[in-house]
C-alpha cells in the first residue's frame, strides 16, 4: 500500500489527536461496546498517557491503538462471514496498491520458489508451488477495504488456509500466525482470524495465476481485515506464541486491522 502521510510525519499535534479520539468515541461500534461512557479524560487516564508534546501524543495513539486491537479482538466472532458477491459485481480492473510503485513489484521465479514454515508447526517442510496448486480449491468473490477509504471487489482462488494449516501440523492453540513477503514487508494475524472459514491463502485471480500485481506467488486474503493485513508476495508462513507486529502496525496503525 502507498505510503501514507501520517506516516511521511508520523508525529501529530495535539488538536488533531483529540478531534480523532473524540471521533473515535462517537463510533456506533465504539458504543455497542459501552465506550460511550468512556470521556477523553478516562481514556488518557487508562493509557497513562498525557497530550503535552509530540512524544507524549504518539505515545497516546500507541496505547489507544493497542485498545483498540484489543475491543476488536473481544468484539471478533468466528462464526461470523463477511459478504460476498456475484461476479457482474466484481471491480475492473482490481486496483493496485502497495507502499511501492507497480514498477518496483518483487518478481519471484515460480521455479526455484519454496515456501517456508517454521515456528510451532510440526510438519516443518518446503512447499513448491505445484504442491500448492494441488491442494483442495476454494473461491471466493469479497471486498477488499482499504484503510485509505476505497474499496473493491474481487474474486479469489486458493485453499481454505485453516485447512492448511492443520494439514502442516501448526499448533491452533498458539496465539499468532505471521508472514515474510519477498519484498519488505511483514505482517501477522491473530489464530482466531487465521481458522475463520473465509481466511483463504490465494493462488488465483479471476480464475487466473494470481499476477505479480496482486501478490504472486501467493497472498493471504482476509476478508474480515482491512486491506493492509492481507500479506502478498508470501515466502514464509510461522507460528508463534511471541507478538510478531507487521510493517504498518509498528508504525502505529491498528494490529486487529478487522471486525
Known amino acids: 500500500m502507498p505510503v501514507h502521510p501520517e506516516h511521511r510525519a508520523f508525529s501529530l499535534d495535539s488538536k488533531t489527536i483529540l478531534a480523532d479520539a473524540r471521533r473515535e468515541l462517537a463510533l456506533p461500534s465504539r458504543r455497542e461496546f459501552g465506550k460511550r461512557v468512556l470521556s477523553l479524560g478516562g481514556l488518557l487516564m487508562l493509557t497513562g498517557c498525557s497530550l503535552t508534546d509530540d512524544k507524549s ?17 473481544w468484539l471478533f466472532d468466528a462464526k461470523r462471514l463477511a459478504p460476498t458477491y456475484s461476479e457482474p459485481e466484481l471491480t475492473r480492473p482490481f ?4 507502499y511501492y510503485g507497480i514498477e518496483d513489484v518483487p518478481e519471484v521465479d515460480p521455479n526455484s520458489f519454496q515456501l ?19 491442494l483442495p480449491h476454494a473461491e471466493q468473490i469479497t471486498r477488499h477495504i482499504c484503510v485509505e477509504g476505497w474499496s473493491a471487489i474481487g474474486h479469489w482462488g486458493g485453499t481454505p488456509f485453516a485447512d492448511f494449516l492443520r494439514r502442516v501440523g501448526a499448533d491452533t492453540s498458539a496465539k499468532y500466525v505471521g508472514f515474510k ?32 500485481k496482486y501478490g ?3 497472498k493471504l486474503r482476509i476478508p474480515t481485515k482491512l486491506g493492509y493485513k492481507n ?7 510461522f507460528v508463534t506464541n511471541t507478538f510478531p507486529g507487521g510493517y504498518w502496525s509498528d508504525q502505529g496503525y491498528n494490529w486487529f486491522g478487522g471486525s
Open 57 to 73: 501524543v504518539n505515545a497516546f495513539l500507541m496505547s489507544v491503538s493497542r485498545m483498540n486491537d484489543r475491543v476488536q479482538a
Open 95 to 98: 486496483p493496485f496498491n502497495a
Open 116 to 134: 517456508k514454515l517454521s515456528g510451532l508447526v510440526s510438519g516443518k517442510r518446503i512447499w513448491s508451488l505445484p504442491e500448492l496448486y494441488a
Open 181 to 212: 513477503c519477498a519484498d519488505d514487508y511483514y505482517e501477522s494475524i491473530d489464530m482466531p482470524t487465521a481458522l475463520h472459514p473465509q481466511t483463504l491463502l490465494a493462488f488465483q485471480y479471476d480464475g487466473e495465476t494470481l499476477p505479480p
Open 216 to 218: 504472486f506467488p501467493m
Open 231 to 237: 500479506p502478498k508476495h508470501i515466502m514464509e508462513i
